[in-house]
């Protein structure tokens, strides 16, 4: 594809941060709370371990963390940022948002703020959002976050789920710019008709089934998923959006320097890769160390590639990413 005319309005990613809490929950320490395995948790997922937040850390406190390292990444005032949304499945409270007490907490007071629920392809919506916004010529600034405590979803009981999800946030800095780089291509899809299954939700708490002493004692308030299922449809969508963006960006996976795939199971990330030609060293992977965070999992994974340098001003990177709804989503980027 030709490169940009000039003058074009371009979404760059002017700076990133993350935030993951200290506290680490290893495979030996789920040992001690399922009846699981370390070996079986490596060969099945490639878990390690995740994060774990403090009882008194809300989402909000990872995802303020997290912007404003972004901030202090792309040198920009907090009072500059117009827009900010947070991609969330694990809000702090039904209503207010997350992303006003996010306003509050950084202090970007000329914001307005929302909330957006795509579950784990959350960021990568959120950002296809930002890039609509700013190519519409209202918005300069956007703060994008990722922010998840799956902990308080997850059923500790249930050994096929909670080995798999860990918190942790990751934010990104959106800006208009004219320089020929930032997002190329950007796509998002979904198919609502998975979304009255159980295949993956968390089915009590909203106002199909509200919180009732019944409802929690069945443990309908925490995360119930059809593994196997969830697995294949992760393995067939996230390559055709991923083939779908590049196609749509007039590119090649050659021309990518780095694929970051939502990072749910090695197992799925190997088979995406292999799925769309893409070699082993450049597909990024930390699953081993932070588990599924959500909507989180790609903004993590981009601003670790960016601070190691895997990833240099110029490179093009390949985010992609399906969770429930289902959703689905990809990102072209030149950084
Ligand atoms: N430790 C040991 N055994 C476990 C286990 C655990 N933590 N969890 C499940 N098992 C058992 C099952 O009970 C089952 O036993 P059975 O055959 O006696 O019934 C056996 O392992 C195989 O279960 P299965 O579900 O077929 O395993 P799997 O290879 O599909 O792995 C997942 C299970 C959950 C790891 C895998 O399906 C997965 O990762 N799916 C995708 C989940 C996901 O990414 N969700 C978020 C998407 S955004």
Redesign the pocket.
């Known amino acids: 594809m030709s490169r940009q005319s000039q003058n074009q309005i371009r979404a760059v990613i002017s700076g990133t941060g993350a935030d993951l809490p200290e506290k680490v929950l290893t495979n030996s320490d789920l040992e001690q709370m399922v009846d ?2 370390s070996d ?2 490596v060969q ?2 490639g878990i390690a371990e995740r994060r774990i937040a403090e009882q008194d850390t809300s989402t909000s406190d990872l995802a303020a963390n997290a912007a404003r390292r972004a901030l202090k990444s792309a040198q920009i005032d907090p009072l500059d940022i117009e827009l900010i949304v947070v991609c969330t499945a694990t809000p702090d409270m039904s209503f207010p948002s997350t992303a006003c007490v996010v306003q509050m907490k950084i202090g970007a007071k000329n914001a307005h703020a929302f909330d957006l629920s795509a579950a ?1 392809s959350g960021f990568v919506y959120g950002l296809d959002l930002a890039d609509g916004m700013i190519k519409s010529g209202r918005y300069k600034t956007i703060l994008v976050i990722g922010a998840e405590t799956f902990s308080r979803i997850v059923n500790w009981t249930d ?2 789920t909670c ?2 999800f860990g918190d942790g946030a990751g934010a990104a800095i959106v800006q208009a710019s004219t320089e020929d780089r930032g997002i190329i291509a950007s796509y998002c899809g979904a198919d609502g008709a998975y979304a009255d299954t159980e295949l ?1 939700a968390v089915p009590a708490g909203g106002s199909t089934l509200p919180v009732t002493a019944e409802n929690v004692k069945k443990q309908l308030h925490k995360i119930t ?1 059809k ?2 299922e ?2 294949k449809l ?1 393995v067939r969508i996230m390559p055709e959006a991923a083939l779908h963006t590049l196609q749509m960006a007039g590119l090649t996976v050659e021309d990518i320097d780095l694929v970051i795939p ?1 990072q ?2 090695l197992r ?1 990330i190997e088979a995406v890769g292999e799925r769309i030609g893409v070699p082993s060293e450049k597909l990024y992977i930390n699953v081993d160390r932070y588990g ?1 965070t959500s909507a989180a999992t790609v903004i993590i994974a981009l601003d670790e590639a960016l601070r190691s340098k895997r990833v240099n001003s110029g490179d093009l990177v390949l985010l992609v990413t ?2 429930a709804g289902l959703t689905w989503g990809a990102s072209i980027i030149r950084m």
């Open positions: 699981t395995e079986w948790i099945r997922t784990c050994r096929s080995i798999l993956l998923m593994g196997r969830v697995f992760g939502h749910a199971n799925i599924n399906f969770g």
